[in-house]
């Protein structure tokens, strides 16, 4: 997820897109470049870390220029260098651009341009469209860049700026957002609305599929296969802070409901046709096939995914998966036996504790995978295979797309596995898949049930002890939302195996206490149902997490939070969104502070 940026007008704009990016930086911050195009050529700027670093480089080679683009990064293909950073330049230097999402066929068209002669300069999947666009150019700019992102797979939103057609900026969209500022005789762009509100507050929002040809005075709206477009202006009222939240009230809720897209990123690239394809993973042969353990490594949300990875690794590849937190693993003097997986989990990939713990296990002759979000952070320079998740940045201190993109990552992996052993045959991989394929749009049908879950929220909001119950992988998911309700609520919560319940917990059920019980795993519905009767009969009050065509649970519950049905090892990655928005509401109806809770840090990285 980057932040791009565009001026062209009669002023310079250098300081305008320095100040776009600034606003933009919470998108992504791992490198920065301008590319400004005056008398007949683009002065291109780059530089990796923080955007203060490029804005060092402007001050001792600026830029002057009227016509420019802007972008700050969040790396997902090449590592945050200098010369990964955006724009990208084609072979002549004479056509740049800057691009947010991922081209997913980028390695088939960098052969096929590399066989036709290009010269490319970075390990991006961006620069493969400025090549793209230099073998479509005509004298025509915009004809080119159709022609170019026709042939491009996956999602982006670009600008494109050229040397000779310098009174121009040509924009696409397919699934990245991209909005245009008006002003009068100058237009910007950008990735969102933060970057233009001290220029402008009428903006046009394009949408998938269209173009926008921007001039100082005009902006000429097309689909990319020509049809002219209409689009609304809009008149933005947010203030700067409610924009950089997309209009939601916290960054943890415009998180919750980023997930479709950041689970639809996750995968992008990935699935192919009952297959999947993991970039960034290069066992050695017959290592997989070897395996004897996977050991799990992670702390807080991240450990709780890997409790949900390890049913997806144990039943879909048959290999024994040992999940510990890695605070706990480092102390065990762990036995490692056999061929062994070191699986460090991590949204940050600078949890010291997680570090520790992998770097014990590779010592002891474990592989090391890392599933992480972010590029270029410890874990991924340690680690022999890196498994990115893209969720983009994560600025709520509560984790929650990273934690939805994890599991998403284990089925993937899970999958593959499974296929390299033998012991998941073809159907059951096409039918995971196409189930990985449709989870987006059921996650968003869960986001669309919020308002159902607001009212438990305020109905329970003032309750002191909160419990859930679970079976299988619904107990993994348990202990997720109650670390959720845990850490932005304060309320007192516990996670615990239904079948436990009897063993000691159930004296803690009294009359009035909220019990969550999760029943998406089929084979243990039953004693679900049975779990259920007993809080009941102590006065406990259920709430159900169940499938909404479940209508047996429904009935012997207080009351049901509904998901679509879906295939129930994928069930936790729709289950836990309900989870996340109530301990997101009932947080809100405490008065708490959401993104930043007391005591917690977003990564730990001191012991
Ligand atoms: C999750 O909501 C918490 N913020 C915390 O448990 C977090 O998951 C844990 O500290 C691990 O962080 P990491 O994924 O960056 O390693």
Redesign the pocket.
Known sequence: MCGIMGYIGDRQALPMLLDGLRRLEYRGYDSAGVAVVRNGRIDLRKASGKLSRLEQVVKVAPVAGSVGLGHTRWATHGDPTDRNAHPHADCTGRVVVIHNGIIENYLALKEELLAAGHRFQSDTDTEVLAHLIEAEYRGDLEGAVRRAVSRAHGAYAIAVLCADEPDKIVAVRYISPLIVGLGSGEMWMASDIPALLPYTRHVIVIEDGEMAVITRDSVRLSSVDGRPVERPIMHVTWDAEAAEKGGYAHFMLKEIHEQPRALQETMMGRLDEGRVVLDGIRFPPGFVETLDKIWVV?????YHAGLVGRWFLEHLARIPTEPDLASELRYRDALLAGNALAMA???????VD?LTAMRDLKKRGARVLAITNVLGSTVTREADDVLYIRAGPEIA???TK?YLTMLAAEVMLAVDMGMRRGTLDQARARGLVAGLHALPGRAQEVLNREPEVVDLARRYASASDVFFIGRGLDYSVAMEGS??LK?ISYVHSEALAAGELKHGTLALIESGVPVFALVTQRHVKEKMLSNIQEVKARGGLVIALAYEDDEETARQAHHVLPIPRVDDLLAPILAIIPLQLFAYHVARERGHDIDQPRN?A???TVE
């Open positions: 992670a702390c807080g949300t991240a989990i991590s949204q940050s990939g600078e949890t997680t201190v509560a984790s990273a670390l959720k850490e917690l977003k990564s730990v």
